[in-house]
């Protein structure tokens, strides 16, 4: 396991960071693709945080030129909606559901032991980028609270020493 | 498959799915449904799917059909299997794991030996309930006994990515007997007769939206399927979305021709990626099989449906806020009137219903408005989803006709509260509802009478709390809950929220004061007032109910500064029993703050001062020595 003492927490500052050249060209063909479509911007903001992972501003600068759409509006939507995220996520994406019946059966235990197992709060990722946390909405897996997401996988029933050993788990995974 | 030309094309699909089940085979025809919905795959549900799959093949069981299918309901009790014989017998095994699914498979399947050790009347060791042991189906439970299936009706049943399985259980059979057999006004008529109100929350009756929608002029009107399921703890729409897609497009079909609209949308969460997955995939076969496009078995009307992506916005369930949604905007809403009918998506007609309405319409239209009205209350017909959660014997999905008691859901459908513990709220209608006390168990359950006791029908999420929960607590739960997901137009929600919840976190945190109640109500008030729309307006709701019912509560947590749950961190007190202390030490070695001291021998201690309340102590402590107070 990581030494505790190196995992200091990331910034909350929009990270610049040059973008995946590669992407360019994808990205430039989905908002081609619903240049006629009337209401586009969300889906294609749903469709661009596939391709890169988070919402980068140059990203958006582009979305806004090709659907010509002023940038405010485009900013505006994207800080409104609490999926798309200004900032990069981890590689595993750890999501704690807060819905009423996870609540009630101890989530916020299962957050609580996150922070302290990643040294960050929600809304942050881990300096090596293995990690990010969130608390999210409901995910309708209530019959199985407390449940979590990690990436696209839901974890149900989670106690706080499954998940000692789920993050264990990773880190191992990983190499560190 | 191929284009549906007319009615007689779509009974002939009907038919053939039907003869393909129930042809003759050796050993007779079983058909192995397993249970892939979101919650039975995060339960390991993907493993034993292979297995039945994988199995089957390799062993030639040319008899057996694996199918996934949707939701079976209990969701406590995944992974589910359902095997079925062509004489209608069934057999339910639940819990199961890849090993458990390979010896029903030898044993079951091959050797035609029920294995009784995994049925469900074997999981179930409710000491209330003796007949349950002997059960072997969901069907013979009294959890699934008491429920009347209506919006649910294929959920668990069919195979949610087949339309044919779809059409063999007279799906589309509503949409064709409308086009060809009915005028518009018929099917409002119909609608409206039946009585049928909006189950996402607000109960207005969905004949009369349709109508308003209707009698506009002009060519372009939408219709909307509000899927974005946003109450925590609610998972109804979810079920039917996954379960059984095609009710949905065909509902939406039927209100098109009634409104004379051509263009419909599906505002479905992302939060459910399955959901998603399963309506693109369904819209994409009623296209092929003609169902949805011009021209819809040979009727001259035309309709199609496209899916559009929430991105985590609870206020975007409000209508107008998800209509601007749409529009590709901030979902945030607007004064009404206009109401949607009137002026809506693009500034034109709409109507907005969500998922569970919609699953009811294609049977109101088969089996007539009598029919529905004869079930349920005369002022809320029909059935009522709830989805089932907290301190729960089963937590799941329970449909039950309208004036059903919240003790029959609670004790006699879902098993009553675990670990011999006490009752001591449901809360229902999410963030815009409230907690109802043991003392109005026996209400019968309708719009009405949920809203006389300060709660309300909500779209249905019931979550069961018992002695353990703190009311305080829970209303600030729900409080954080609409103070994120305000969206901040109007200032009573906005600003009012913030500081109804600063209250409540000071009266959690022991720092409560006199008079802070009554500002909470008086607060409360005036955001139930002047809030722009159903969110704030229902906003204190959760703070209102737990008031009127658990006043005691919050007076102990200002004037005593305890908490009778023992719940909120700041007011709890761990002790060590010196009785039952052994003096291993295992709670020194736990405590992050060194809290504990004491010597072999001794029973030990922790230090007041510098107990930061963590529980970890009383979690490794295998005497069971340090208690909570």
Redesign the interface.
């Known amino acids: 396991m990581a030494d505790s003492t190196d995992m200091t927490r990331v910034t909350t500052g929009l990270v610049p960071e040059p973008l995946d050249p590669a992407l360019e060209a994808q990205l430039a063909e989905i908002i081609d693709s619903h240049r006629a479509m009337?209401?586009?911007?969300?889906?294609v903001?749903?469709e661009a945080q596939e391709l890169y992972g988070y919402l980068p501003m140059p990203v958006l600068e582009r979305i806004s030129a090709g659907l010509k759409?002023p940038m405010t509006?485009v900013y505006?939507?994207v800080t409104?909606?609490?999926?798309?995220s200004l900032q990069p996520k981890g590689k595993y994406r750890i999501q704690v559901c807060?819905?009423?019946?996870c609540?009630?059966?101890g989530a916020e235990a299962l957050l609580d032991r996150l922070r302290e197992v990643l040294h960050i709060d929600p809304g942050q990722m881990t300096t090596d980028r293995l990690f990010s946390l969130d608390q999210?909405?409901?995910?309708?897996?209530?019959?199985?609270?407390p449940?979590l997401i990690v990436n696209?996988?839901?974890?149900?029933k989670m106690e706080t020493t499954q998940m000692d050993s789920l993050i264990a788990e990773l880190r191992a995974k990983e190499g560190r | 498959m191929k284009r549906l030309q007319n009615l007689a094309d779509l009974q002939a699909a009907a038919a053939v799915t039907e003869a393909a089940a129930s042809v003759q085979v050796p050993h007779g025809r079983l058909r192995v449904l397993v249970g892939m919905a979101t919650c039975g795959i995060a339960a390991g549900a993907s493993p034993v799917l292979d297995v039945f799959r994988s199995e089957v093949q390799a062993r030639g069981l040319g008899n057996v059909q694996v199918l996934s299918t949707g939701c079976i309901g209990a969701c406590r009790l995944e992974p589910m299997v359902e095997i079925r014989a062509a004489d209608g017998s069934r057999v339910t095994y639940v819990k199961l794991d890849a090993a458990k699914a390979a010896r029903i498979v030898q044993e079951h399947l091959v050797e035609g030996r029920v294995v009784d050790e995994y049925t469900i009347g074997k999981e179930d060791h409710r000491p209330q309930s003796d007949h349950i042991q002997q059960a072997r189906s969901l069907e013979a439970t009294s959890f699934f006994g008491r429920q009347f299936r209506i919006a649910l009706r294929n959920c668990g049943l069919i195979d949610p990515e087949s339309i044919g399985e779809y059409i063999a259980r007279d799906g589309y059979a509503a949409l064709g007997k409308a086009l060809l057999k009915m005028t518009p006004v018929q099917v409002i008529d119909v609608i409206k007769q039946s009585g049928l109100r909006g189950r996402g929350g607000g109960g207005f009756p969905t004949g009369r939206k349709w109508e308003f929608a209707a009698a506009q002029s002009g060519p372009l009107k939408y219709v909307i399927c509000n899927a974005d399921e946003g109450d925590p703890g609610a998972f109804m729409d979810r079920s039917v979305l996954e379960g059984d897609p095609h009710s949905v497009l065909e509902a939406m079909a039927i209100a098109g021709y009634a409104i004379g609209a051509a263009q419909g949308f599906i505002y479905v969460r992302a939060e459910y990626p399955l959901a998603v997955q399963r309506l693109g995939l369904a819209i994409r076969q009623a296209r092929e099989a003609g169902l949805l496009g011009d021209n819809i078995l040979g009727s001259g009307y035309g309709f199609d449906v496209q899916l559009r992506l929430g991105a985590g916005a609870f206020v975007c369930g409000e209508e107008i806020a998800l209509i601007t949604s749409i529009e590709g905007q901030r979902g945030e809403p607007k004064p009404k009137p206009p109401f949607p009918a009137i002026k809506g998506l693009w500034q034109k007609p709409t109507v907005i219903n969500n998922v569970e309405t919609l699953a009811n319409i294609p049977v109101i239209l088969l089996k007539g408005a009598a029919w529905f009205t004869a079930i349920g209350t005369p002022k809320s017909p029909g059935t009522k989803v709830f989805a089932v959660g907290g301190k729960i014997g089963i937590t799941g999905l329970v449909e039950i006709p309208m004036g059903t008691t919240l003790r029959e859901i609670i004790y006699d459908i879902c098993g009553g509260i675990p670990g011999g513990k006490r009752f001591k709220a449901a809360q229902t209608g999410g963030p815009s509802g409230g907690c109802i006390p043991a003392q109005h168990l026996d209400t019968p359950i309708d719009y009405e009478s949920l809203t006389a006791l300060g709660s309300m029908m909500g779209s249905g999420g019931l979550i069961v709390m018992d002695e353990d929960n703190c009311m305080v607590d829970i209303a600030k739960f729900f409080l954080d809950f609409t103070v994120d997901e305000s969206c901040g137009k109007c200032p009573p929600c906005r600003i009012g929220t913030v500081r109804m919840h600063e209250i409540l976190q000071r009266i959690t945190a022991g720092e409560g004061r006199e008079g802070d109640l009554e500002q909470l109500e008086e607060l409360a008030g005036n955001i139930k007032l002047a809030s722009l729309c159903g969110l704030g307006q229902t906003a204190p709701n959760p703070v209102l109910s737990t008031l009127r019912y658990f006043r005691d509560e919050y007076e102990a947590h200002i004037r005593d500064k305890r908490c009778p749950a023992a719940s909120c961190r700041a007011l709890v007190r761990y002790e060590i029993d010196p009785e039952r202390c052994c003096s291993c030490g295992l709670c020194v070695q736990s405590c992050p703050v060194a809290a504990i001291h004491g010597s072999k021998g001794k029973p030990y201690l922790i230090t007041r001062d510098y107990c930061i309340a963590c529980g970890a102590c009383a979690a490794k402590c295998p005497f069971t020595a340090i208690h909570k107070h």
Do not use: D
């Open positions: 009337p209401g586009a911007l969300i889906p903001l749903h759409v509006e505006g939507v409104f909606y609490s999926r798309f807060m819905g009423t019946a609540y009630v059966k999210c909405r409901c995910i309708g897996a209530c019959g199985l609270a449940a696209t996988e839901v974890h149900a």
